[in-house]
């Protein structure tokens, strides 16, 4: 695992200008990088998403599927036996009986669909988001124990915001395995220090 120290900025130029103050002071470019990070709720969550994992998704318990399909297969039976019926009973000719059919079914299978909708409890959800980090651009740096100061002091001159630490996994110049969905860590030395 490798040490990072992480500012928060609120433009793409600020942070540009953060990461030339720390080129300027001796940190090498495969140890600096910059991203965006999406506000608060609004982080994808699928595998295009190369900062946020994808969520598991457990299927529906087999007896509800069971009790729709059967629900949709009633329906659809049932419409077509009436719309067969009805206009048999007015001795209508084989092709509208047939049309009336189709039409009976469909209009069953909608019937089911909402009859099982119906029958279903309904939850609500509220969508709450704990997540703590602040949007913006992030500038992240790969450290040593003996030059994160140095990296914090730098990116809180250039106006960066929320200094952090973090361990992670830091590859090809990037931080590998950021996720936006973890609360930061506050770089507590800085923050005593700017008191």
Partial sequence: MSLIVAGR????????????ALFDNGFLGEDVTLFFVNPRGQHA??????????????????PTRHRHHHAMT??????????VAVFAAFAASTPVVI?????????????????HARSQPHEHHDIVHHELRN?????AVHVSPENQMDAARILREAGGADIERATGRWQRGKWADFDPRQTPVPLAELNQQQA
């Fill in 9 to 20: 900025f609120t433009t793409f130029p600020a942070a540009e200008d953060a990461a030339q």
């Fill in 45 to 62: 969550r699928h595998p295009l998403d190369e900062h946020a994992a994808a969520p598991t998704i457990s299927p529906a318990p087999p």
């Fill in 74 to 83: 009633f329906g659809a039976v049932g419409g077509a036996v009436i719309g």
């Fill in 99 to 115: 049309i009336a059919a189709g039409v009976g079914a469909y209009l069953g299978l909608l019937v089911g669909k909402m009859a």
């Fill in 135 to 139: 949007s913006g651009v992030l500038v």
